[in-house]
């Protein structure tokens, strides 16, 4: 049972441009929410994370937007670069250390 | 900075036989997991150790089994490796709530 839905599955964008990815959860039970970024023979690593107490966390050019009613969340990256090429997941975490992954999105930023 | 090792980046492997993946974390992490990715399906939890000598069932177990002597290592051990079985496997660590990741083994069963 997929507990954390995410869209789209593929995204191209120009550089310059903004790039939006979207999940979605079920279980409210959820109390923090990472994205992780894995480029091409790598692992994925920690990209940005919030919690369902606050509605927006920026780090540079990644923002992550929360809506705690709605159930989603969604990454913002601005002036995406050639760079951010990459696949990104979010996820959702519970206690004790139980981390839902989504299905991903492979992003492609094209100068 | 965490590392997390993984004995190969790349293994070809026959149906049948017995393989051991291999992974190595240098932080004193409690915690360490195995996951496989495959396209479209994201990442799936096979087993998780909280401690050593303790191991406990993911999402997707069946065909797979785990060992973890020492706190730093974690196997993974496919019994009779199947051709459902060809897929990236990704180990991790982490200490509260986040994961640290390995490079990861693609691992194909002819």
């Known amino acids: 049972q997929q507990q954390v839905k995410q869209s789209p599955q593929s995204l191209i964008v120009q550089k310059g441009g903004i790039s939006i990815i979207n999940c979605a959860y079920e279980?409210?039970?959820?109390?923090?929410f990472p994205w992780y970024q894995q480029f091409p023979g790598k692992g994925p690593a920690l990209l940005i994370a919030?919690?369902?107490?606050?509605s927006e966390k920026k780090e540079g050019r990644f923002t992550i937007s929360f809506n705690k009613s709605a159930k989603q969340f969604s990454l913002h990256i601005m002036d995406s670069q050639p760079g951010d090429s990459a696949t990104y997941f979010c996820?959702?975490?519970?206690?004790?250390?139980?981390?839902?992954f989504g299905t991903g999105t492979r992003l492609q930023v094209f100068p | 900075d965490v590392k997390v090792t993984q004995s190969s980046r790349y293994l070809v492997k026959r149906t049948g036989e017995k393989v051991f993946l291999e992974c190595v974390q240098d932080?004193?992490?409690?915690?360490m997991f195995w996951y496989r990715q495959d396209p479209g399906l994201g990442l799936r939890l096979i087993y998780f150790?909280?401690?050593?000598?303790?191991?406990e069932k993911g999402d997707i177990p069946e065909g797979y089994s785990v060992s973890r002597e020492k706190k730093e290592r974690f196997s993974l051990i496919l019994e009779s490796a199947s051709t459902n079985q060809t897929s990236m496997y990704l180990c991790?660590?982490?200490?509260?709530?986040?994961?640290?990741f390995g490079p990861g083994t693609r691992l194909t069963v002819t």
């Open positions: 150790s909280y401690d050593v000598k303790m191991k």
């Open positions: 996820a959702a975490s519970k206690p004790p250390d139980k981390l839902i």
């Open positions: 919030i919690r369902p107490d606050v």
């Open positions: 279980n409210t039970a959820f109390d923090y």
């Open positions: 932080m004193d992490h409690e915690n």
């Open positions: 991790a660590s982490s200490s509260v709530r986040g994961r640290y």
